[in-house]
């Protein structure tokens, strides 16, 4: 059978939404630097910001995505593709183990 993939939109597997908070607990967790401080910056400030960082610009256009909640459903795509997120936990735990190994190496 022959999927469709041209002309439409496809969100690729994804798992169960976190918060920011949840993530930085995890990669907190994982790479034993202890609890990291997560606060919301306010509005005012990130507009103050973004007037003389273009990154901080560009947040202020995707902030939508943190002021409320933004699930992806990867549905459609998963049983099209027979694929399947990898786990949140494999994730964090490639991902640090690939940070540490570059500071290990003196890269930035």
Do not use: K, N
Not at 4 to 20: D, F, K
Not at 76 to 95: C, D, L, N, S
């Amino acid at each position: 059978m022959t999927v469709p993939a041209w002309g439409r939109a496809w969100h690729v597997p994804s798992e169960r939404a976190l918060s920011v908070r949840e993530m930085a607990d995890r990669l907190a967790v994982q790479s034993g630097s202890g609890p990291v401080t997560v606060r919301r910056i306010p509005p005012a400030v990130l507009g103050m910001a973004s007037l003389f960082c273009p990154m901080t610009r560009e947040l202020r256009e995707i902030r939508y995505q943190f002021d409320r909640p933004f699930v992806v459903d990867s549905s459609a795509y998963e049983a099209a593709f027979t694929v399947r997120a990898t786990p949140v936990g494999e994730q964090v735990e490639a991902t640090v183990d690939w940070w540490c190994e570059r500071l290990a190496a003196g890269q930035p």
